[in-house]
């Protein structure tokens, strides 16, 4: 099934009056402590789309609340609603209006964007020429990349050009059915050089939807853009809008943008929002557990942003539920039935002029950012793990097997820590670091086959998904099942996440057991101390 790009929805066309004292919208915050761009290394930008061509872009506290949290926006500008209304007339001003508000707040501009063929399709006069569509292509590049040149950091050039499973395509994954892949010749190289030779300091991508995770999509936007740089073209690098659901496979992500880093590209988090439940109008309120798990989600996008040094920007879409595509004023137009919520953004405007909430899914954001300043350092040795909360202190331990329990076996169990067990194998782990700050988690009880591990279960695809469980097993490199990641989230407290599901993947004390749990569940079940042994 086909997803639907945010953009396909029709914008307000009208422009409305803006404020005069742009200047003055970031001194008017109110005093809320440092926002995500803030928290962010110099090198992620963080922020959220203002669309220039809609008058409702500077509404309330909407575009002032974007400069005191951020440290970036992405402005629109499509050739249809708005900029070209005919042939004869391009109109930049909307545009233009939206970088000075960012420059007069120190904002880094995404322009999005300059060729989008699915949008294009709306545009009646455009489709209606005989002739000439590559003409009117470069005059709106040259146009649009000029106006503000030297004030546009990145420019998505090319969105949304590669096809879907079962649409049709070329031997290079790109869609054949659209005008501009005629108008151009099968390649989109010349766009890139009209850009660049109008804007020579913007970076130059590719951007497009499901094509974060490693899948068939992805695999030719990467041989696409390695040729187009062998051909010359001035590509810089690749946006990913992920807009995810409940279920992201996070280690396809990682692995995903790993080859594009390997390839050379930098890479751009364009148009993330997380639609985390689908509910009737009668139902409008997602449940804790969703709120939860949307802000695990994006406390996670967060994180591998924070961890890939080629990701320079984490950009959110419309970056408050209300104004966001996902919105039932949005539809029919979206991917979802009307009437439907899916709560998508980190931010709620109860009403236009009231302040912008943040939502939880916004402080797991804040988790991130904070602990990526904050990676606990473990010199080697053994340690124990000891569960924090309950009335006992417990340890993990690794179980014995055969008549005398005098064998390691592949379980674990939680036990007290007795004199008599003071020089026990069984509750002495060695925590051993691996790339990216994770780590694997070694038992000291015979450790070549005792590394801690999350079970997983045959899918119908021939692969494994994860389950709740942990098991001993051993070392294999390639697994992200034993790949972990330490968390402090107090004093000598600390969380252990999974890498191969980290959203759902917290080691959690429960009821006496030992389980994998989703993220955000009472923290006291979910912290350990990490006892050094002399």
Same mark, same amino acid.
């Given at each position: 099934?086909?997803?639907?790009?945010?953009?396909?929805?029709?914008?307000?066309?009208?422009?409305?009056?803006?404020?005069?004292?742009?200047? !003055?919208?970031?001194?008017?915050?109110?005093?809320?402590?440092?926002?995500?761009?803030?928290?962010?290394?110099?090198? /992620?930008?963080?922020?959220?789309?203002?669309? $220039?061509?809609?008058?409702?872009?500077?509404?309330?506290?909407?575009?002032?609340?974007?400069?005191?949290?951020?440290?970036?926006?992405?402005?629109?500008?499509?050739?249809?609603?708005?900029?070209?209304?005919?042939?004869?007339?391009?109109?930049?001003?909307? /545009?233009?209006?939206?970088?000075?508000?960012?420059?007069?707040?120190?904002?880094?501009?995404?322009?999005?964007?300059?060729?989008?063929?699915?949008?294009?399709?709306?545009?009646?006069?455009?489709?209606?020429?005989?002739?000439?569509?590559?003409?009117?292509?470069?005059?709106?590049?040259?146009?649009?990349?000029?106006?503000?040149? &030297?004030? =546009?950091? !990145?420019?998505?050039?090319?969105?949304?050009?590669?096809?879907?499973?079962?649409?049709?395509?070329?031997?290079?994954?790109?869609?054949?059915?659209?005008?501009?892949?005629?108008?151009?010749?099968?390649?989109?190289?010349?766009?890139?050089?009209?850009?660049?030779?109008?804007?020579?300091?913007?970076?130059?991508?590719?951007?497009?939807?499901?094509?974060?995770?490693?899948?068939?999509?992805?695999?030719?936007?990467?041989?696409?853009?390695?040729?187009?740089?062998?051909?010359?073209?001035? =590509?810089?690098?690749?946006?990913?809008?992920?807009?995810?659901?409940?279920?992201?496979?996070?280690?396809?992500?990682?692995?995903?943008?790993?080859?594009?880093?390997?390839?050379?590209?930098?890479?751009?988090?364009?148009?993330?929002?997380?639609?985390?439940?689908?509910?009737?109008?009668?139902?409008?309120?997602?449940?804790?557990?969703?709120?939860?798990?949307?802000?695990?989600?994006?406390?996670?996008?967060?994180?591998?942003?924070?961890?890939?040094?080629?990701?320079?920007?984490?950009?959110?879409?419309?970056?408050?539920?209300?104004?966001?595509?996902?919105?039932?004023?949005?539809?029919?137009?979206?991917?979802?039935?009307?009437?439907?919520?899916?709560?998508?953004?980190?931010?709620?405007?109860?009403?236009?002029?009231?302040?912008?909430?943040?939502?939880?899914?916004?402080?797991?954001? !804040?988790?991130? /950012?904070?602990?990526? $300043?904050?990676?606990?350092?473990?010199?080697?040795?053994?340690?124990?793990?000891?569960?924090?909360?309950?009335?006992?202190?417990?340890?993990?331990?690794?179980?014995?097997?055969?008549?005398?329990?005098?064998?390691?076996?592949?379980?674990?169990?939680?036990?007290?820590?007795?004199?008599?067990?003071?020089?026990?194998?069984?509750?002495?782990?060695?925590?051993?670091?691996?790339?990216?700050?994770?780590?694997? =988690?070694?038992?000291?009880?015979?450790?070549?086959? &005792?590394?801690?591990?999350?079970?997983?279960?045959?899918?119908? #695809?021939?692969?494994? #998904?994860?389950?709740?469980?942990? $098991?001993?097993?051993?070392?294999?490199?390639?697994?992200? $099942?034993?790949?972990?990641?330490?968390?402090?989230?107090?004093?000598?407290?600390?969380?252990?996440?999974?890498?191969?599901?980290?959203?759902?993947?917290?080691?959690?004390?429960?009821?006496?057991?030992?389980?994998?749990?989703?993220?955000?569940?009472?923290?006291?079940?979910?912290?350990?101390?990490?006892?050094? /042994?002399?």
């Amino acid at each position: 099934m086909r997803r639907f790009s945010p953009k396909t929805i029709v914008l307000v066309l009208a422009v409305g009056m803006l404020c005069p004292l742009l200047a !003055v919208q970031a001194a008017a915050q109110t005093a809320r402590g440092p926002g995500l761009g803030d928290l962010a290394p110099d090198r /992620l930008a963080i922020g959220g789309v203002l669309h $220039s061509y809609d008058p409702a872009w500077d509404d309330g506290q909407y575009a002032s609340t974007a400069a005191q949290e951020f440290d970036a926006i992405t402005a629109t500008a499509y050739m249809p609603w708005g900029p070209h209304p005919s042939q004869g007339r391009i109109d930049t001003t909307p /545009l233009d209006e939206v970088v000075a508000f960012a420059n007069a707040n120190d904002l880094r501009v995404h322009g999005h964007t300059l060729v989008y063929p699915m949008a294009n399709e709306s545009l009646d006069w455009y489709q209606a020429l005989p002739t000439g569509h590559r003409d009117v292509l470069e005059n709106y590049v040259r146009t649009m990349a000029s106006s503000n040149a &030297g004030d =546009i950091w !990145v420019w998505d050039v090319i969105n949304e050009v590669f096809a879907d499973p079962g649409e049709q395509a070329d031997a290079q994954g790109l869609r054949t059915e659209l005008l501009e892949y005629d108008a151009l010749g099968g390649r989109y190289d010349d766009v890139f050089t009209w850009a660049h030779e109008a804007d020579p300091q913007a970076k130059l991508i590719i951007n497009d939807y499901g094509a974060e995770e490693l899948n068939d999509k992805s695999t030719a936007l990467l041989a696409e853009a390695i040729a187009m740089r062998e051909r010359g073209v001035p =590509i810089d690098g690749i946006g990913f809008q992920m807009h995810l659901g409940r279920d992201p496979n996070f280690w396809s992500i990682r692995q995903n943008f790993q080859r594009f880093t390997e390839a050379g590209f930098d890479l751009y988090i364009t148009e993330l929002d997380v639609s985390i439940v689908q509910q009737s109008a009668t139902t409008p309120k997602p449940t804790a557990a969703d709120r939860s798990l949307q802000r695990a989600i994006y406390e996670e996008v967060t994180r591998i942003a924070l961890e890939q040094p080629a990701v320079k920007s984490l950009l959110m879409w419309d970056f408050a539920d209300e104004r966001s595509w996902l919105h039932p004023t949005r539809q029919p137009l979206g991917p979802i039935a009307a009437g439907t919520y899916t709560f998508p953004a980190p931010f709620r405007e109860p009403s236009v002029g009231e302040p912008l909430i943040r939502k939880t899914a916004y402080y797991g954001m !804040v988790e991130a /950012l904070k602990d990526a $300043s904050d990676r606990p350092v473990f010199q080697r040795g053994e340690r124990r793990l000891q569960a924090v909360g309950g009335p006992n202190a417990v340890y993990l331990g690794r179980s014995g097997i055969g008549p005398a329990s005098d064998r390691p076996g592949e379980s674990v169990w939680l036990g007290q820590l007795t004199s008599d067990r003071e020089d026990w194998l069984s509750l002495r782990w060695n925590v051993e670091p691996a790339a990216n700050g994770w780590f694997r =988690i070694r038992s000291a009880w015979n450790g070549a086959d &005792g590394y801690l591990t999350r079970v997983g279960q045959p899918n119908d #695809d021939g692969g494994y #998904d994860p389950t709740n469980a942990v $098991s001993l097993q051993a070392l294999n490199e390639s697994w992200p $099942s034993q790949l972990w990641r330490i968390e402090r989230v107090a004093r000598f407290r600390y969380r252990l996440v999974n890498l191969w599901e980290p959203h759902t993947g917290v080691l959690t004390r429960d009821s006496g057991e030992l389980t994998l749990e989703q993220t955000g569940r009472p923290w006291t079940t979910q912290r350990w101390r990490i006892r050094q /042994l002399n």
